[in-house]
């Protein structure tokens, strides 16, 4: 969480050494936090924008190509609010390849981001998302589907 800049070479050393797995041509900028570095996984050419928050109770995936914003919330933990004792109900979330997350969406349990999709900023993302769409919203909704000109 340092807001000093450190050379994104020497992060991505010490998120290997605590047990990430990270492909080639990551970048990750100031004061982004990262839970539980054993339960990351990113593909190649990934960018981690600032105050990205990553709480990790389970495994977090970035597929190749994946671009987070500024500040980007991603949890993979909640309870289950209808057990007086409310254990936990945690669930892994991938990210697709070619997706892009704009700046401060939510993105909860359980979701899967679908190839090349993009989500809208502030989007609150809570089911899986189709490839290929454009999320935006509270609750987050597909608005219509991504395409590339030619």
């Not at 050379?7 to 492909?23: D, H, N, S, Y």
């Not at 050419?45 to 105050?51: K, Y």
């Not at 709480?55 to 909640?78: K, R, S, W």
Request: with cysteine.
């Amino acid at each position: 969480m340092s807001p000093l800049p450190w050379p994104g070479t020497l992060k991505v050393k010490i998120l290997r050494m605590f047990g990430a797995k990270i492909g080639v041509g990551f970048k990750i900028q100031p004061r982004v936090a990262i839970h539980f570095p054993w339960k990351f996984e990113v593909g190649d050419h990934c960018w981690l924008g600032q105050r990205c928050e990553i709480l990790n109770f389970e495994p977090v995936v970035f597929e190749d190509q994946v671009a987070l914003a500024h500040d980007v919330y991603i949890a993979t933990g909640n309870h289950d609010y209808t057990d007086h004792t409310m254990p936990y109900m945690n669930k892994p979330t991938r990210i697709c390849r070619g997706s892009w997350v704009a700046t401060r969406v939510f993105i909860g349990p359980g979701v899967e981001i679908g190839e090349h999709s993009v989500l809208g900023a502030g989007s609150v993302v809570t089911k899986s998302v189709p490839p290929w769409s454009i999320v935006s919203g509270n609750p987050g909704q597909v608005i219509k589907q991504r395409k590339l000109k030619a």
